[in-house]
DNA sequence: ATCTAATAGTTCGATATCGAAATAATACTA
DNA sequence: TAGTATTATTTCGATATCGAACTATTAGAT
């Protein structure tokens, strides 16, 4: 679905660029939430889950910064993962601002099982491209990702 | 920031595809939000009239179609684009159970006026990229967006 | 014509998400 | 060391977002 919008050679090609990358975007979450490799938990769950387990311990605002999400955002995520005993907050006695989040056994074990369907369901949703292809789109999406900084 | 996950060479290349394309789109609609382009809208209110704009009025269930969003969702976004007295809703009277939502007067000269801006933020944004990688990654997007169907 | 599908939209309850304002603790500065 | 600035987190209010259950309308089938 490119745009009905009429511009310059250069905006039309920025603006379907813009356009497909969301849509790809879109799709392929919608297409992973489909295969239901995360039962009961949300996708903002699972990628906090997923940090911890790969990065290690953090405090939130760390989490936030690798999540790209906002303070108020992972305040929330936290307090739900904590009711579901998978995660938990410890005060950081060397900066009593900072909590340190880590996973229970709980959160462990749920996330270290979940994980490998995750991977197999992203395996097989980018099949549809070879892998020089992923490596391209890859590549392409890091130089687009990060015009800031890391 | 690539995975920490150890797989196979096909697991990792996947996630860290999968990875880097959630990225580069997250990161990239942060930057034009803070650009600032649509004052005053959210990003699905700016999409939805961007849709009637561009492709015309049409029915709730095709804009959720178009947008990738669902029916309760467009409920909600058409709910508060209506009070803006933005966009309108008419019973389609040769389907009772449809709304034919159009812009309003006003919707139209709002969207028409930031349209443009919006134009030049993704030129610029996207401007890391030489038009050809801009044409490769809308066609690898394109590619993988539409696994399913149109 | 009636009964059953399917379709369009709404409502509900839960979670996500942001920006802004508030709070608490630490760091910096004069 | 007192005062200010910065940092980490929380709270608040608004909007987004989904799936499931519900209502109304239309389409299809016998």
Redesign the interface.
Known sequence: ?P???T?TA??T??????I????????????LAARNTHPGLSVSQFSVLEALL??GPMCQRELGS?L?KSNANITLVIDNLEKLHLVKREINPDDRRKFQISLTNAGRDLISSI?PKH??A??A?????E?T??????D?????????Q?
Not at 13 to 18: G, Q, R, S
Not at 20 to 31: E, G, P
Not at 125 to 129: F, K, M, N, T
């Open positions: 679905m745009t009905h919008y511009g250069q905006q090609l920025a603006l379907n660029t813009f497909k990358l969301n849509r790809a975007c879109d799709s392929l979450n919608a297409r790969h990065l690798k790209l994980f991977v197999e992203i395996v949703e980018l099949s549809v491209l892998p292809e992923q490596q391209l789109l890859g392409l999406c890091r130089k687009l990702g990060k015009s800031s890391e």
